[in-house]
């Protein structure tokens, strides 16, 4: 199942996506390693789905911090409110009509510009963040996994020992948690590219 992140992926969320993908790749190696028959079966099925499922929508959503990175190409913030401060002093220092006019126009436009740039920075570093901890969560969900197939593994089965399924549970609702955060995210994202 192991899929490369695309050619458009942005550097800094490569790394992150072989992670998940590993994390799947682990999961559902555990998912062979269990008992066919066990209880801990069905809910690996379900945990390896998840985490496939989560590993493709993180691969999608670096795909949203790609489309960031290029709209916030060219001058950065700081040199657009450089600009609009330029712009402004100028405005300042003509005579009512259409140049002055013209001038603070402009300078409107570049503080705009300015903010919705900043705005696109900060949804990035926060798509950044959240893609890193639902990543850890397919990390740790793999982990719990070959924990509970060693305990299976370990216990007596007819001895009627249940292996304690919670905490997987627990850490698949978080990635899940977590993929809805970056559906939020990217849902600003696509409403702010119309400002930009």
């Not at 493709?56 to 489309?67: D, M, N, P, V, Y």
């Not at 705009?112 to 963040?129: F, G, K, N, P, V």
């Not at 850890?136 to 304690?164: C, H, I, N, P």
């Amino acid at each position: 199942w192991t899929t490369a992140p695309a050619p458009s992926t942005p550097a800094d969320t490569a790394s992150w996506l072989r992670r998940a993908t590993a994390a799947a790749d682990l999961l559902a190696a555990h998912r062979r390693a269990s008992d066919d028959e066990s209880p801990l079966a069905r809910t690996l099925d379900d945990a390896a789905a998840v985490v496939s499922d989560a590993a493709e929508q993180l691969r999608q959503r670096a795909g949203t911090i790609g489309r960031i990175d290029a709209v916030i190409t060219g001058p950065d913030a700081r040199r657009l409110l450089a600009d609009a401060e330029r712009l402004r002093r100028e405005a300042a220092s003509l005579a009512s009509g259409p140049l002055r006019q013209a001038k603070e126009a402009s300078a409107r436009a570049a503080a705009e510009r300015a903010a919705s740039r900043r705005r696109l920075a900060e949804l990035r570093e926060l798509l950044m963040a959240t893609l890193e901890s639902t990543v850890l969560g397919l990390e740790a969900a793999a982990e719990r996994a070959a924990v509970l197939v060693s305990l299976e593994v370990a216990t007596d089965a007819s001895a009627g020992v249940e292996v304690d399924l919670a905490p997987l549970t627990d850490e698949l609702a978080a990635v899940t948690e977590g993929l809805d955060r970056l559906g939020e995210i990217s849902h600003r994202f696509a409403t702010e590219r119309g400002g930009v």
